[in-house]
């Protein structure tokens, strides 16, 4: 059973968060606070596996309280936010500092947005929380790592802490790097906010696909979160398509989806990484992949926030090489190309 404590300043807010939660038999909601100084003494009193927590909120924001926790009582905690931009930057603030997971607030007062966060919370009580470390302010960055343009492609999935992961991989990606594109599981609102934040941080142009984007050098692609899937299509020239259709295990975007189109598109001259997250999206692409003659790694256990998407792909056979993070995107940039595997 997994426990949890809301934290909103809304009664109204808490009370939807509470119902859509306590319809799941394997979650409690032992708690509600309305601002951080009630969450604080509630912690203390009921000791939750999780924690949701608004971004927005009186007495001290979500994000300062965020800090707090990760320094002093690392948790689990998943983001409640706004349909809005600042909601979104917070959110993606809140990733970085630690939070698992985030959730959108739905905009018309219905349970239709929060269909996902009992998976979320369910996920997030089984993630390994680290304590947030403070930054040496001398301490040097890594600088990116070098890279000849050799026509390949690159493919990455992520879900449950996805967030730090790729902003750890992509940090250390070249200007010149290879056409990557990259289903992170998150809901719409945040895919664009988390891509500009990618770009600030990274030396390659990252944003937000498009549909019938050119796939070129020096520049990421993320899947915008909603309606559609990314796929990779075209031999000649291949570009990133925005394709409707039903969830593919249970994500809408899905790894699974993106990568069985690199395998088709771009077989041997493509490499796949497989990140942190929860279920098993992206296993059976990562798969097609590497029979396609692909290099795969996935994410080793050690580092990864929930060892469940890493796993499940590694015992399919569709990992050919499992890395710590810290090594991934050498592992990547420095891949060639593979033999294909008929059988694995």
């Known amino acids: 059973?997994?426990?949890?404590?809301?934290?909103?300043?809304?009664?109204?807010?808490?009370?939807?968060?509470?119902?859509?939660?306590?319809?799941?038999?394997?979650?409690?909601?032992?708690?509600?606070?309305g601002d951080p100084l009630e969450a604080r003494e509630a912690i203390k009193r009921l000791n939750?596996?999780?924690?949701?927590?608004?971004?927005?909120?009186?007495n001290m924001n979500g994000i300062e309280f965020l800090e707090k926790i990760m320094r002093l009582r690392p948790m689990p905690v998943v983001m409640v936010s706004t349909l809005t931009v600042r909601g979104a930057e917070a959110t993606m603030e809140a990733l970085e500092l630690g939070a698992i997971d985030c959730v959108a607030k739905p905009s018309t007062g219905g349970l239709e947005g929060f269909q996902d966060l009992p998976f979320k919370v369910k996920a997030a009580a089984k993630a390994k929380v680290r304590p947030l470390r403070q930054a040496e302010p001398n301490a040097p960055k890594p600088a990116p790592l070098e890279h000849t343009p050799d026509g390949r492609l690159i493919a990455i999935g992520s879900?449950?802490?996805?967030?730090?992961?790729?902003?750890?991989?992509?940090?250390?990606f070249p200007a010149n790097c290879p056409p990557t594109v990259i289903t992170q599981h998150m809901p719409a609102t945040f895919t664009k906010s988390f891509s500009e934040r990618l770009d600030r941080l990274c030396a390659p142009k990252v944003a937000e696909a498009h549909d019938g984007a050119?796939?070129?050098?020096?520049?990421?692609?993320?899947?915008?979160?909603?309606?559609n899937h990314l796929?990779?299509?075209?031999s000649g020239t291949p570009r990133c398509r925005l394709t409707?259709?039903?969830?593919?295990?249970?994500?809408?975007?899905?790894?699974?989806?993106?990568?069985?189109?690199?395998?088709?598109?771009?077989?041997?001259?493509?490499?796949?990484?497989?990140?942190?997250?929860?279920?098993?999206?992206g296993a059976e692409g990562l798969l097609a992949m590497r029979q396609a003659g692909a290099r795969t790694?996935?994410?080793?256990?050690?580092?990864?926030?929930?060892?469940g998407m890493p796993k499940a792909a590694f015992e399919l056979g569709a990992v050919?090489?499992?890395?710590?993070?810290?090594?991934?995107?050498?592992e990547l940039l420095k891949a060639p190309s593979s033999k294909v595997i008929e059988n694995v």
């Open 1 to 33: 059973m997994v426990r949890v404590l809301i934290v909103d300043d809304s009664a109204t807010m808490r009370s939807l968060i509470a119902t859509i939660l306590q319809r799941d038999p394997e979650i409690e909601v032992v708690g509600e606070a």
């Open 214 to 227: 050119v796939l070129e050098n020096g520049r990421i692609y993320i899947a915008p979160g909603g309606e």
């Open 297 to 307: 790694f996935g994410q080793d256990e050690a580092s990864s926030v929930v060892y």
């Open 244 to 281: 409707p259709g039903a969830a593919v295990n249970g994500h809408r975007p899905s790894v699974d989806v993106l990568f069985r189109s690199v395998a088709k598109v771009a077989g041997g001259r493509a490499v796949g990484a497989i990140l942190t997250g929860m279920g098993r999206d």
């Open 231 to 234: 796929e990779v299509s075209g």
């Open 48 to 58: 939750p596996d999780v924690l949701t927590l608004d971004v927005e909120m009186p």
């Open 320 to 330: 050919e090489r499992q890395a710590p993070l810290d090594r991934i995107a050498a």
């Open 159 to 172: 879900s449950t802490g996805g967030v730090e992961a790729l902003i750890a991989v992509l940090s250390r």
